[in-house]
């Protein structure tokens, strides 16, 4: 069935890097515009960053942009999200998803969704 | 501080019907933008139930349905059940911040 696991979270100091995975199964998955969204603590959901099908165009929100890069290998079926330069701000659960409709004019839904990676930024 | 305004929660008995709604502004729902949303049980994938405002996904039972108007939409539950208890969450696209945003997400308590 489809399906995405992200991974790779974890305890990182402020000031300290981490790689999120993100395994994708049971679709095309070279067919899909990419997502990173999150949810901090008592918060609610945030976009962070997109990547085209082919891998050749990427946008961030923000909060993030200089600081968190979006890549994927379509040959091994993964996204992944490394993050630079953590501040406490960043701690959340970080979602992987794909996205549907028209990226370049925002008319856009994201499916499916994975159950997300826990990152804590703390001293 | 959510960009699209959703109700924190919302209750309503088995079999009865209830309407969350969300509200945002010209530089998002609206003539331009539509409104999606999600239904996302904490410690689950967040799953998509509506699309451009007013379309279900396949496998989604037709007792979900939504509606934009102007500036705003609404996501309507009929014949509610206990398993529909989740948080609900609205999306769309701000082309002020360009960006894809959310509403603070409104509990559904079924009583």
């Known amino acids: 069935q489809v399906q995405l696991v992200e991974s790779g979270g974890g305890l990182v100091e402020p000031g300290g890097s981490l790689r999120l995975s993100c395994a994708a199964s049971?679709?095309?998955?070279?067919?899909?515009?990419m997502t990173w969204l999150r949810q901090a603590p008592g918060e609610g959901l945030e976009w962070l960053s997109y990547?085209?099908?082919?891998?050749?165009?990427?946008d961030y929100a923000d909060s993030v942009k200089g600081r968190f890069t979006i890549s994927r290998d379509n040959d091994k079926n993964f996204l992944y999200l490394e993050m630079n330069n953590l501040r406490v701000e960043d701690t959340a659960l970080y979602y992987c998803?794909?996205?549907?409709?028209?990226?370049?004019?925002?008319?856009?839904?994201?499916?499916?969704w994975g159950q997300g990676t826990l990152v804590t930024v703390s001293s | 501080q959510s960009v699209l305004t959703q109700p924190p929660s919302v209750s309503g008995a088995p079999g009865q019907r209830v309407t969350i709604s969300c509200t945002g502004s010209n530089s998002n729902i609206g003539p331009r933008y539509d409104a999606h949303w999600y239904r996302h049980v904490p410690g689950t994938a967040p799953k998509l139930l509506i699309f451009?405002?007013?379309n279900r996904p396949s496998g989604v039972p037709d007792r979900f349905s939504g509606s934009k108007s102007g500036t705003s939409a609404s996501l309507t539950i009929t014949g509610l059940q206990a398993g529909d208890e989740a948080v609900y969450y609205c999306q769309s696209y701000d082309s002020s911040l360009r960006a894809w945003v959310f509403g603070g997400g409104t509990k559904l308590t079924v009583l």
């Open positions: 451009a405002s007013t």
């Open positions: 990547i085209t099908p082919e891998g050749s165009a990427t």
């Open positions: 049971g679709f095309t998955f070279n067919d899909y515009y």
């Open positions: 998803a794909g996205g549907s409709g028209d990226f370049w004019s925002g008319m856009t839904w994201f499916d499916p």
